[in-house]
């Protein structure tokens, strides 16, 4: 099966600063996803994305399938931005059977 | 407004006890899925069911029942096999339209054992 890994595991920020999280997974995809949850556990879609690069105001994410590896760049951050970041990739051919990462924590400090 | 509810917000198990999370979706989604978090680990999926009365184990179902009676609703039950029931549970849905949907999530049960 698909394995995802992320890195890095956890992340401080000041608010203003930028990030990179990143996103390897082991076997062809044709379906990655990014979330975010926030610290009340809520999870929210931020990206589908599979191939090439999308923007979503202060988000974006690129995902290059070719090397196995999905980009969630975040700008000017801002402290709703805190908590945990997941990528998920699709496993199990026709199923919609996602397999989750373990998560970037992130923390943006005023 | 269209979205996921999750039922209850908080649970707590006796020991030998079997409970039940509730799951309702207005999206028309025809999967729906459970997932399991614990404490700073990534989900893994209990059980999915892509169709009114069908439903497939996901990496961790022993303990663990569903249903799918209606479209609307997959309710979980844990059972007094799962040793070890404290966790997050997430409930999802998505279209099947292609493999390639969006998933959609509940705001979540945290279950605690007494």
């Known amino acids: 099966g698909i394995q995802v890994e992320q890195s890095p595991p956890d992340l401080i920020l000041q608010e203003g600063a930028n990030s990179t999280l990143r996103c390897n997974f082991s076997?062809?995809?044709?379906?990655l996803q990014w979330f975010h949850q926030n610290p009340w556990g809520q999870l929210i879609n931020l990206f589908y994305?599979?191939?090439g690069t999308k923007q979503n105001g202060r988000l974006s994410a690129t995902t290059v399938a070719t090397e196995r590896y999905s980009l969630l760049y975040i700008s000017s951050s801002q402290t709703t931005d805190s908590g945990v970041y997941f990528c998920?990739?699709?496993?199990?051919?026709?199923?919609?059977?996602?397999?989750f990462g373990t998560g970037t924590l992130l923390a943006v400090q005023p | 407004d269209g979205g996921i509810t999750q039922s209850p917000k908080y649970l707590f198990r006796k020991e030998g006890q079997n409970v039940t999370l509730s799951c309702e979706q207005n999206?028309?989604?025809?999967?729906m899925y459970w997932y399991r978090q614990d404490p700073g680990q990534g989900l893994r999926l209990i059980y999915y069911?892509?169709?009114?009365?069908?439903?497939q184990k996901g990496d961790i179902a022993e303990g663990y029942s569903v249903s799918r009676e209606k479209k609307e609703s997959f309710p979980l039950t844990v059972t007094s096999a799962q040793k070890n029931p404290t966790a997050f549970y997430l409930c999802?849905?998505?279209?099947?339209?292609?493999?390639?949907?969006?998933?959609?999530f509940g705001s979540g049960t945290q279950l605690s054992v007494l």
């Open positions: 999802a849905s998505s279209t099947l339209r292609t493999t390639n949907e969006k998933l959609f």
């Open positions: 076997d062809s995809v044709n379906n």
């Open positions: 994305i599979p191939s």
């Open positions: 998920a990739a699709l496993y199990g051919g026709a199923t919609n059977k996602l397999i």
């Open positions: 999206l028309n989604h025809d999967a």
């Open positions: 069911s892509q169709i009114v009365n069908d439903f």
